[in-house]
């Protein structure tokens, strides 16, 4: 019988050691743990604010950054950190935010906050669209984010606007384009040329 083979009293299974039951460390830190990475940058977004709240108290702030410090690798990996952070084009963005934390580690928690916070707008400024879409969604927040519904249309009447502006964005052919990009001056000549 299948069971039988399967469960076996009389054999004995080889006693495991107490380092088996370890997590792999080394490849939590290669690759990150989403679940720990996440309580870290509460942990950081909440004594940074509570520090913050508090009069700029430097301890609770060295904490705060701490844990981001700690935080954005464990929960996104340290390769992509790093490929995110050091691209050039964030350059000026890196910069501002490690000098922030760094003014903020020597003592000046406003100037470096200040600066921590126009590096973190600059390096993940473009996601905010994104999470705006995600909160729309939301059954709470998304009622709240688009406006009271009345009778099916949103209150104010906009959406009349909006209908008569993409109508008349419509009527207008990719021929008429065309038309618009021409030069006056080499229209004799048979050469065009679009301006962008």
Not at 31 to 51: D, P, Q, S
Not at 115 to 127: K, P, R, S, Y
Request: aromatic residues 12%; glycine residues 14%; charged residues 20%.
């Amino acid at each position: 019988d299948y069971r039988e083979r399967d469960y076996i009293p009389s054999a004995r299974k080889p006693k495991s050691s107490p380092l088996s039951n370890m997590p792999d460390v080394g490849g939590i830190l290669r690759n990150g743990n989403k679940k720990i990475g996440f309580m870290l940058l509460g942990g950081g977004l909440v004594f940074t604010m509570l520090g913050i709240s508090l009069f700029f108290n430097k301890t609770l702030m060295r904490l705060g950054n701490i844990l981001f410090i700690l935080g954005v690798p464990m929960t996104i990996g340290p390769g992509r950190t790093t490929g995110y952070f050091l691209q050039p084009k964030k350059s000026r963005a890196t910069g501002c935010l490690g000098l922030g934390i760094f003014l903020v580690f020597i003592g000046w928690p406003i100037v470096g906050i200040a600066l921590e916070i126009f590096g973190l707008l600059n390096l993940f400024g473009n996601m905010f669209p994104v999470f705006m879409v995600i909160l729309k969604q939301m059954p709470v927040v998304g009622s709240l984010l688009n406006g009271n519904k009345r009778n099916g249309k949103k209150s104010g009447g906009g959406n009349k606007s909006h209908n008569q502006a993409s109508k008349s964005a419509n009527k207008y052919s990719y021929d008429d384009e065309e038309e618009y990009y021409r030069d006056e001056d080499e229209e004799d000549s048979g050469y065009r040329e679009r301006y962008y």
